[in-house]
């Protein structure tokens, strides 16, 4: 409720503003992840801010390794990763975060599957959370693990899952 | 070109009427007088139609056509000239006066198409969707909603204003700001439906000098919950105090704060026709 109070409270500035009087306000957003300290696409960065954002906000503040890699990669073009939509190098390794997304994968999925994707595979790396059963039960799960299912999944689907996912690690 | 002056003597006829209702009389007088310039000239050489008379019916106007064999008219017509006359400039009169409009289309004495256009969808029609999803201060949320017709489209000037519509004395505009997490469709409408908390946000809405708002509603537009409000802004230029009206639509879609404001500084109260342009909104991938 706070955080809506706060993003109307910045709202009533731009009204300030239409009204002519000019005011500041310091409403922004936090970056979690600086640019020049992690190896990420610019693509991803927005997603993997929301990522912290919204631990953050469930009260889960971890640390974040120095090796810092989230980046797309032509996981097609090897025989071993291609059909792999996403790989993650720092499952229970608290020092790293090692991921790549298929470029591919990622071009062809929906507004939902990329932040199933992106926060799934954080969740390995940053929560060493494993992958759960493909079964009917986790379907719709943000660890569940064939997020190419997911295309007809919608973001309010994503949100409800990654709240759940959130709240029962708190 | 004769027609424009036709058209410009009949603004001044009416306008000197000054805060005289325009008559179904006043309406048969100037048909008539159109009906003596129309009749036998080319109004499109391109298509070759010619004036074939003006005659009135109470208080509308309706023009004929005789047409070429091989013209036929297009299936959104009426569209398509409704859309002509309000980009042009040329439907004040209409509006102002209460004036339908018809144009009777004949082949070889034959009528084969009416179009019937009433003064008030010469007074307001939504255009074409604009598609604002890729727009950089949409923050990526899926949507797009249509603009009206002879409204200028302009770029928001504010950080978080996505784009205005620009009318003589009203405008319209769509905020997107991003708030600090996700709320889904049905955490919204729990929100929503807790009076206290809709109020306490409004307080803090409207908390900025000048802006008084009213009470609320719950409306559902594209099944997302949104709160309307309404109220009087108050604004000073040049030592002069004008009052506008507001009207509000907000709510909360995915993790960004989304409203469409409506304000005007003059008499006219745009609530009809800015809820037209928030009604168009279509929220993208969200069914299933």
């Given amino acids: 409720m706070i955080y809506l109070i706060k993003a109307f409270s910045s709202t009533a500035v731009i009204l300030v503003m239409l009204v002519g009087l000019i005011r500041q306000h310091g409403y922004s957003s936090k970056n ?47 025989k071993s990763t291609s059909h792999v939509h996403g790989l993650s190098f720092g499952f229970e390794d608290d020092d790293k975060v090692e991921i790549y997304i298929n470029k591919n994968s990622w071009n062809s999925f929906n507004k939902a599957q990329k932040h199933y994707i992106v926060y799934h595979e954080l969740s390995h790396d940053i929560l060493n959370l494993d992958d759960l059963n493909d079964s009917i039960e986790n379907y719709g799960r943000i660890m569940f693990p064939y997020i190419s299912r997911y295309n007809g999944l919608k973001m309010n689907d994503f949100i409800e899952n990654m709240k759940h996912l959130f709240k029962s690690i708190k | 070109m004769k027609l424009k002056l036709i058209f410009t003597f009949f603004i001044i006829f009416c306008l000197s009427l000054t805060a005289q209702e325009i008559s179904a009389d006043d309406v048969k007088e100037f048909s008539s007088k159109l009906n003596d310039q129309i009749i036998g000239t080319i109004v499109d ?25 091989e013209w036929y008219p297009f299936d959104d017509i009426k569209e398509v000239v409704t859309r002509n006359l309000i980009e042009s400039g040329n439907t004040k009169i209409y509006v102002y006066g209460k004036i339908d409009i018809a144009y009777y289309y004949f082949k070889n004495d034959r009528l084969i198409k009416m179009v019937n256009i009433d003064w008030e969808d010469l007074n307001f029609s939504l255009g074409d969707y604009i598609e604002l999803t890729n727009h950089p201060k949409s923050n990526g949320l899926e949507f797009k909603l249509k603009s009206p017709l002879g409204w200028e489209i302009k770029e928001g000037d504010g950080p978080h204003i996505v784009k205005k519509f620009v009318s003589d004395d009203a405008m319209y505009l769509i905020f997107i700001n991003e708030i600090e997490q996700f709320y889904s469709s049905k955490e919204v409408v729990d929100l929503f439906s807790n009076d206290a908390d809709v109020r306490e946000l409004l307080e803090a809405f409207g908390n900025s000098s000048g802006l008084t708002l009213s009470n609320y509603k719950i409306f559902t537009i594209e099944n997302h919950p949104f709160i309307y409000t309404h109220g009087t802004l108050k604004k000073e230029r040049m030592g002069y105090e004008m009052n506008g009206k507001v009207h509000f639509w907000i709510s909360f879609i995915e993790d960004q704060l989304v409203y469409f404001m409506g304000s005007s500084y003059s008499d006219n109260d745009y609530y009809t026709e800015f809820f037209k342009i928030t009604n168009s909104l279509k929220l993208l991938n969200q069914y299933y």
Avoid: C, W
């Fill in chain 1, 32 to 78: 979690y992840v600086k640019t020049q300290e992690y190896e990420t696409s610019k693509e991803l960065k927005p997603y993997i801010d929301k990522f912290f954002r919204d631990l953050n906000s469930h009260g889960i503040y971890p640390a974040i390794p120095t090796k810092f890699i989230m980046k797309f990669s032509s996981l097609d073009s090897h």
């Fill in chain 2, 45 to 69: 050489p391109s298509t070759g139609i010619k004036g074939r008379g003006v005659i009135s019916i109470g208080k509308k106007i309706i023009f004929q056509y005789d047409v070429p064999n």
